[in-house]
T-cell receptor, first 115, second 115 residues
Framework: GAGVSQTPSNKVTEKGKYVELRCDPI?????LYWYRQSLGQGPEFLIY????????DSGLPNDRFFAVRPEGSVSTLKIQRTERGDSAVYLC?????????????FGPGTRLTVL | AQTVTQSQPEMSVQEAETVTLSCTYD???????LFWYKQPPSRQMILVIR??????QNATENRFSVNFQKAAKSFSLKISDSQLGDAAMYFC????????????FGAGTTVTVRA
């Protein structure tokens, strides 16, 4: 079946604007993760959903970042009052369940550029 | 928090030769998983190989194998018979075996394959 998809592929915005990044997980995957990858670095965890609820949001850097998954499938990462430091690739991953053994499948990411 | 360190920013290998990528990690846990992911320019993270900490035998996947030294907290990746398609960024990652499902990544190693 189809893999994890993310839209848009690239997003350019101006400082102070609001952006939404979308993730479509693999059908049937109950667990969903967001990571942020800054230039030249490895991905850093942001938030983990099990079903509709955020089971762990300890990686969100501040209250400008928020994510939802209202129906337990598609997820949206929302960033308010964007700053230049938010520029990064935002990766989404999904897995069959939240257990440590379950492989996380990644999407191609959204490259966010804040001017 | 777990720390994953990749000390080689870049590695170059001749086609058909072997290259070894280093990774060390810091943890106080006994139950965990270690991974190597490949990230080509398309940005999509692809799982290359996985190792369960409780297994003494080193994991192998075709031309990819690991050298897992639990006491030394070392987890290196060996790519044998390197191919042009192996050129990518490689990330080492750690995942707890308990209720902590996020992946912690190293900074990555860029692998270049010379024809």
């Amino acid at each position: 079946g189809a893999g994890v998809s993310q839209t848009p592929s690239n997003k350019v915005t101006e400082k102070g604007k609001y952006v939404e990044l979308r993730c479509d997980p693999i059908s049937g995957h109950t667990a969903l993760y967001w990571y942020r990858q800054s230039l030249g670095q490895g991905p850093e965890f942001l938030i983990y959903f099990q079903g509709t609820g955020a089971a762990d949001d300890s990686g969100l850097p501040n209250d400008r970042f928020f994510a939802v998954r209202p129906e337990g499938s598609v997820s949206t990462l929302k960033i308010q009052r964007t700053e230049r430091g938010d520029s990064a690739v935002y990766l989404c991953a999904s897995s069959m369940g939240g257990g440590s053994y379950n492989e996380q499948f990644f999407g191609p990411g959204t490259r966010l550029t804040v001017l | 928090a777990q720390t994953v360190t990749q000390s080689q920013p870049e590695m170059s290998v001749q086609e058909a030769e072997t290259v070894t990528l280093s990774c060390t990690y810091d943890t106080s846990e006994s139950d965990y998983y270690l991974f190597w992911y490949k990230q080509p320019p398309s940005r999509q993270m692809i799982l290359v190989i996985r190792q369960e900490a409780y297994k003494q035998q080193n994991a192998t996947e075709n031309r990819f194998s690991v050298n897992f030294q639990k006491a030394a907290k070392s987890f290196s990746l060996k790519i044998s018979d390197s191919q042009l398609g192996d050129a990518a960024m490689y990330f080492c990652a750690y995942r707890s075996g308990s209720n902590d499902y996020k992946l912690s990544f190293g900074a990555g190693t860029t692998v270049t394959v010379r024809a």
